[in-house]
């Protein structure tokens, strides 16, 4: 009990003391396997495009009961400035997780840190032991900071969209399959919110894991 305090304390201050991340980083949404931290000294970022429009996702990771890769998705940087920012919230999030999935594998990042893959090897396999925890409740926000007279990049980006319900988490299950021509697939299987987003009059503040607990 004293060591899981301790593993929760020091995750809560440092999301604490980090004031240039987005509010979803304090829904540090750990759903089990406490003894496994996440990898908070070697944050992610996987960039990808919709059409003509770049994004960047940001998000750290983990080894988890020594099955699990698990992700904890903290922002997604619109870098474009409209209309590239027209994506609906739920969209955007769903092609970005799929993204961070395909990015870990590609980039090896399980393998290089844990000896440890998630990965489908051989053609027409696949597995569920990939999990993507966020907040259950997201909002768009324009970056202000953002230059119209230099090139948009990861660092001058238009927009974000993160969590505004930092102690509502959801948790998403994924199966993952390598097809017969060697691509690979990644759909959901399955996904769970711990409670339901508060009312938001404004509007603002987007349900994205369903409905509360399916």
Partial sequence: MKKMFLVIFFVMTFFALNTNTSKALHAWCIPDCPDDSLELLDPQTAEFTIGNCHYAADFYYRKACNQYCDIMLTRVKCIDPPPCDNISVID???????????????????????????????????????????????????????????????????????????????????????????QIIVSIVEQMSTAPCPYDPNGDCVPVCGSYGN
Avoid: M
């Fill in 92 to 182: 955007l999030l769903n092609i970005a997780q799929a993204q961070i999935i395909k990015y870990c594998i590609n980039k090896k990042i399980f393998e290089n840190k844990y000896g440890f893959s998630c990965t489908p090897l051989n053609l027409g396999d696949c597995n569920s032991y990939w999990r993507i925890s966020k907040g259950s409740c997201w909002h768009k926000s324009q970056n202000h900071d953002f230059s119209f007279t230099e090139p948009p990049s990861v660092s001058n980006y238009y927009g974000t969209i993160a969590s505004c319900a930092a102690d509502i988490c959801c948790l998403t299950r994924y199966q993952v399959c390598r097809d017969n021509l060697n």
